[in-house]
Nanobody, 128 residues
Framework: QVQLVESGGGLVQAGDSLRLSCAASGRTFSSRTMGWFRQAPGKEREFVAA????????YYADSVKGRFTITRDNAVNTLYLQMNGLKPEDTANYYC?????????????????????WGHGTQVTVSS
């Protein structure tokens, strides 16, 4: 079982940076591929980034590649998302999630169905 709590969201201006954190409880964080997703009002939840259990492999949506960086610290059970060069279109509620299967990433890491544990989200608003 993994419980996830996001923090670090806020209201910023275009071009600013934010770092989101996701604190995990439970003993399985270090064995799970983790992901960040986001959902804007009226839109479906979409993949943002993922990182495998060791932190050795990362994956990004094209829309954030080069601007966002996903990292993790297994020693403190925390996932991060560094967001630079924020744009108004990045405005959304950001969720962290843990994959259902331990020590597994697979090829469907962009799909919500691969993730069995979700946080409640943190709001990011970017003004123009």
């Amino acid at each position: 079982q993994v419980q996830l709590v996001e923090s670090g969201g806020g209201l910023v201006q275009a071009g600013d940076s934010l770092r989101l954190s996701c604190a995990a409880s439970g003993r399985t964080f270090s064995s799970r591929t983790m992901g960040w997703f986001r959902q804007a009002p009226g839109k479906e939840r979409e993949f943002v980034a993922a990182i495998d259990w060791s932190g050795g492999s990362t994956y990004y949506a094209d829309s954030v590649k080069g601007r966002f960086t996903i990292t993790r610290d297994n020693a403190v059970n925390t996932l991060y998302l560094q967001m630079n060069g924020l744009k108004p279109e990045d405005t959304a509620n950001y969720y962290c999630a843990a994959q259902k299967r331990a020590y597994y990433t697979g090829t469907y890491y962009r799909q919500l169905s691969e993730y069995g544990y979700w946080g409640h989200g943190t709001q990011v608003t970017v003004s123009s």
